[in-house]
């Protein structure tokens, strides 16, 4: 190589060089994404959304207590799932002890959000959108309060059977048709979720339930002096219609 030609191979190197480095400062001045914070309460195209966030971890949840959402959020986009004890769609893998839940990815601007959700572990595609109603200011927002639970003792006719419950605050237990016919369950506002008992049924179970092998969940949904909802046996998801009327 030429002393020329050596000189000119110097400085096309420096010039590399100072272009990584000034490549390499850009990269690492780039501003962080600064975190939003969404606790509050928001108006939505599916009820009232109530959120908790610590962080990035966010938890509440969408017109009714009992109905969650669940994430993280980066930047301004909150990224999880929801979750209830119904809806239009069975997933075929439980999450927070439910088959009923999907995916949600929600975009936060200011006073106002819109996104997508979807069943199960599905690409979210249906809209949701929603505005700010109002907004906490505590550095960890308090978890929402649960709803008044309803009151359901008593006595109740219903298509299987006269129905007897005592309740203690959200605890609920009974019979139904036959003293022997026992119903125990748990009370979230006016939702009861539980399991039925017999000595016999269409059904035998794989284990047991309070010493029998005739059993099954329950999901009842109480509406002043009327209620309605669905049983099932052993641990399937309930499917089989249960309605009544209190007397």
């Known amino acids: 190589m030429t002393h020329l030609a050596f000189k000119k191979y110097l400085s096309y190197s420096a010039l590399i060089a100072s272009v990584s480095v ?7 001045s780039q501003p962080a994404l600064a975190q939003v914070s969404i606790a509050g309460d928001w108006s939505s195209s599916w009820g009232t959304v109530r959120l908790s966030q610590n962080g990035t971890s966010v938890s509440g949840y969408y017109a009714k207590p009992d109905q969650l959402l669940e994430g993280s959020i980066s930047g301004n ?3 999880g799932y929801w979750t ?3 809806s239009a769609r069975r997933c075929t893998t439980s999450r927070n002890g439910s088959f009923y839940w999907g995916r949600v990815r929600l975009v936060f601007n200011d006073s106002t959000f819109a996104g997508d959700w979807g069943h199960c572990g599905d690409e979210p595609t249906k809209k949701w959108t929603g505005s700010r109603s109002s907004q906490s200011t505590a550095s960890t927002p308090s978890v929402p309060p649960v709803a008044s639970v309803t009151s359901i003792g008593g006595n109740w006719t219903s298509s299987w059977g006269n129905i007897s419950l005592n309740q203690n605050g959200a605890n609920v237990t009974g019979y139904y048709a036959k003293p022997d016919q026992q119903l125990e369950g748990t009370m979230s506002g006016n939702i009861l979720s539980g399991y039925w008992t017999k000595s016999s049924s269409g059904r035998r179970c794989t284990t047991s339930r309070n010493g029998s092998f005739y059993w099954g969940r329950v ?3 109480f509406n002043g002096p009327t209620f309605s909802g669905l049983w099932g046996y052993c641990g399937d998801e309930p499917t089989r219609n249960w309605s009544g009327n209190q007397v």
């Open 22 to 28: 000034a490549c390499v400062s850009t990269t690492l």
């Open 77 to 79: 986009v909150l990224s």
């Open 84 to 86: 209830k004890n119904m």
């Open 219 to 221: 999901n009842l949904v």
